[in-house]
């Protein structure tokens, strides 16, 4: 297995920073220097040499050489490319919270994605709540009702949340069933197309 790093605390806010994923995945690539960043980034110069000092006196990112070039030292910065970052050295309060956070960001542009996917289709959407046979339910709609011919028919969005009754040989079989398709889809990628999210979570439980 690949030598990995242990996140300290201090580190674990740097490393867990939505802001600075962009940067941290380009230091893993290759030492960089500050002026490479700012243009990788497009960030003004002085913001990049910041982040990166912000990094190295934190221990995430190390000088891996210095280049010189016409009499001044250029600095070229990397950061390990595998981390461990505890549970326990986040701010977290307990596990749930902590990767929460994590889908949090992302489960918020998909919502909003999903919003202005449908908002071409009718002029005012809302939330019907109607009586089910056990529970009541909750769907995304329009004036007319709710949204099922856009979630159920042809239209390329999905909103869907599904409580199954499995035995965990069944429930083991549609994971690898679901991974699959996403491995045979994988393989219809077209250059210049349209970009699309899927998000799985299969979790043992319930749901309310």
């Not at 674990?12 to 690539?29: C, F, H, I, S």
Request: avoid cysteine.
């Amino acid at each position: 297995m690949t030598a990995h790093s242990v996140a300290t605390s201090p580190q674990a806010g740097l490393l867990l920073d939505p802001e600075l994923r962009p940067l941290l995945q380009y230091l893993m690539q290759g030492a960089r220097s500050a002026a490479e960043v700012a243009r990788q980034l497009d960030l003004p110069l002085a913001r990049a040499s910041y982040l990166l000092s912000k990094l190295e006196r934190a221990g995430v990112a190390f000088v891996e050489r210095v280049d010189g070039r016409a009499g001044r030292p250029i600095k070229r910065y990397r950061v390990s490319a595998r981390w461990f970052i505890p549970y326990g050295v986040t701010a977290a309060e307990t596990l749930d919270a902590l990767w929460w956070e994590q889908l949090r960001p992302r489960m918020a542009q998909m919502a909003a994605l999903a919003a202005r996917q449908v908002q071409g289709r009718a002029p005012v959407w809302g939330l019907w709540l109607s009586k089910g046979k056990t529970d009541s339910s909750l769907e995304i709609g329009d004036e007319v009702g709710p949204a099922q011919d856009v979630f159920a028919g042809d239209e390329p969005l999905m909103l869907t949340v599904a409580t199954l009754r499995l035995d965990e040989p069944q429930a083991r079989q549609l994971k690898r069933r679901l991974l699959g398709l996403l491995e045979e889809a994988a393989q219809w990628e077209t250059p210049n197309a349209p970009e699309y999210t899927l998000s799985l979570l299969l979790v043992r439980g319930g749901v309310a």
